[in-house]
């Protein structure tokens, strides 16, 4: 929701009469003596409506937009346009400074001290609780699609991370309420953003200390699981897994499905790696049909996509298949790029081992890109495109992928779990595969896959080594390489237009161009392209972005959707 500029009207109809008792003491204290400051003098000169708006904003933060302003300031006496009317005259007047940029986005910023005068202002007029709740309101008003949904999809939450800091301060004002059970469902949603952005620790505390505030909470569940997350414990431990059952119970208790899907997902999970298959199918079951009243397509994927490759795990193919199935065309939308890139990966895998093995590449290929660009975890599709080679009659392409799949796998971390049919799997195929070459021609394989860069072995498991036209880099713009480097780590048009302060529309606009002159028709096809340009890969941290440890390790978390490859 954006404002436009309406100054105009606003002052061309002041309302002198008509403000709150509040304003009214103040005015008189403000006139009662000389101003103590320059900022008393401007604040004295305002009217009483951009007075109201003046403090309200201050519990913002240092940075701030028109649509949180209009949120913290609208009631019966403020409507959106006089708020933002009002944010023009603070402009005017030095009070606020308003962030030069091509974005669509009206954005503010306050010069150093006059937030604290401003919030100083609203304390005196007994105004901090109405307007803090205001700020809590409109992000629980987002925040609770988690009581009928699985997780949040990738607009949403990039709604929160551009966000990011409004959540800090409601969950810092809810804390101090103690009595605010939307404190805790708050909690869970902050740390989970924390621990993408490297912050573990910060989130670690937040969520124990969430955890001491009422044992009677309906999102302990999400907490205690969140909370065994952040501590790292044995996921094969009987202390383990006491927990993940008393979140379990705690679900159950709360009476909401989300909760207990998220549950009896991540339970589900755990009887998976204590080999308990039968438990876990329960779970998984449970968790399915609750997803399904959820009536919500895209938790239902989710659950789906992991429950397929459990039931790969066990040799049930055609159930695998079926449960893939349910995934809707309007998923790629919704999903973050790993959840995307999983969902393409155990869709090979189910392809693969109903011997489509045209679909099965496709897929593979598909989840090397976006892995490529958003973590580690691209391994897992190159073993499967061995595993096609393989059937293919391939056995040097599939040494070789095999031989890039181990690289892969070493530089991602103890954290990440790879199932033990998988890797036997795999290291079936390279028996087979080495038994149909001399010894000589393996040990060349392995020794000219170990000479070659990362970036190198992920274009020949995409094909674009023998495959792909490339052009050269020079054919894009300056612009248009930055904008190319931003999609390949998988960002959407929204989150480089914010980066970049442009237009949300200039980034489509450089986009088509891009596809037009590489000759390509999707970012995963861009993010190939960009893979092989760069010896060093895709550039990475050009914003905020999950750390190798973290974007490892957070595909096991309650909300991440990730766990489908962590079992």
Avoid at 511 to 519: D, E, N, S, V, W
Wanted: one cysteine or more; charged letters at 25%.
């Amino acid at each position: 929701m954006e404002y436009a500029s309406a100054s105009g009207g606003v002052q061309a109809a002041r309302r002198w009469d008509v403000h709150s008792a509040a304003d009214d003491s103040e005015a008189r204290a403000l006139t009662g003596h000389h101003a103590r400051s320059p900022l008393d003098q401007h604040y004295q000169h305002l009217t009483p409506d951009e007075r109201a708006v003046f403090r309200r904003i201050s519990v913002l933060g240092a940075e701030f937009d028109a649509e949180s302003a209009v949120v913290v300031c609208h009631d019966s006496r403020l409507g959106a346009l006089d708020v933002v009317g009002a944010l023009d005259v603070l402009e005017s007047g030095g009070l606020i400074q308003r962030v030069r940029s091509d974005s669509e986005k009206s954005r503010f910023r306050w010069p150093e001290t006059t937030v604290e005068y401003g919030a100083a202002r609203l304390a005196e007029c007994g105004e901090m609780v109405a307007a803090n709740s205001r700020l809590v309101d409109w992000m629980w008003d987002h925040v609770r699609w988690l009581t009928h949904a699985y997780m949040l999809s990738r607009e949403q939450n990039e709604w929160f991370a551009d966000r990011v800091d409004y959540l800090v301060r409601t969950v810092e004002w809810t804390w101090r309420t103690r009595h605010d059970d939307r404190h805790d469902l708050m909690v869970v949603l902050l740390a989970n953003l924390w621990l993408h952005n490297g912050r573990q620790e910060a989130g670690r505390r937040l969520v124990d200390r969430a955890l001491r505030r009422s044992s009677r909470s309906p999102y302990r569940s999400d907490l205690l699981l969140w909370g065994l997350w952040f501590t790292h414990q044995d996921d094969q431990s009987d202390e383990y897994l006491a927990v993940v059952l008393d979140a379990v119970v705690a679900a159950r208790a709360a009476g909401t499905g989300s909760v207990l899907v998220r549950a009896l997902t991540s339970l589900a999970c755990v009887y998976v790696r204590l080999e308990d298959d039968d438990s876990a199918r329960g779970c998984f079951e449970e968790s399915i049909a609750l997803a399904r009243q959820l009536n919500d397509d895209f938790s239902l994927s989710l659950c789906s996509h992991i429950y397929a490759w459990f039931l790969l795990g066990v040799g049930e193919n055609a159930e695998a298949c079926a449960a893939i199935s349910v995934t809707t065309p309007s998923f790629e939308r919704q999903a973050e790029p790993f959840q995307y890139a999983s969902y393409r990966f155990v869709a090979g895998a189910s392809d693969l081992a109903a011997g489509a093995l045209d679909a099965a590449e496709d897929h593979m290929r598909t989840a090397v890109g976006i892995f490529n660009s958003s973590g580690p975890s691209c391994f897992y599709p190159i073993g499967g495109l061995a595993l096609v080679a393989l059937l293919r009659g391939q056995p040097s392409r599939c040494l070789m992928l095999l031989t890039a799949y181990e690289r892969f796998r070493s530089g991602a971390g103890e954290s990440t779990r790879v199932p033990q049919w998988w890797e036997r799997k795999l290291a079936d195929a390279r028996l087979v595969a080495t038994g149909h070459l001399t010894a000589e021609e393996a040990d060349d394989i392995r020794q000219t896959a170990q000479a070659c860069t990362d970036q190198q072995l992920i274009s020949y498991a995409l094909g674009s080594a023998d495959r792909l036209s490339v052009p050269e880099p020079s054919a894009l713009t300056r612009r248009e390489h930055e904008i190319a480097m931003l999609i390949a780590q998988g960002l959407s048009n929204r989150r480089i237009a914010d980066h970049l302060q442009i237009a949300e529309s200039t980034v489509a606009s450089h986009t088509k161009r891009i596809y037009a002159k590489l000759g390509i028709h999707s970012r995963t096809q861009l993010a190939a392209w960009v893979a092989a340009q760069s010896p060093c890969g895709v550039p990475r941290h050009v914003i905020a972005e999950p750390t190798q440890e973290t974007v490892s390790s957070a595909g096991d978390g309650p909300f991440s959707g990730g766990a489908v490859l962590q079992m």
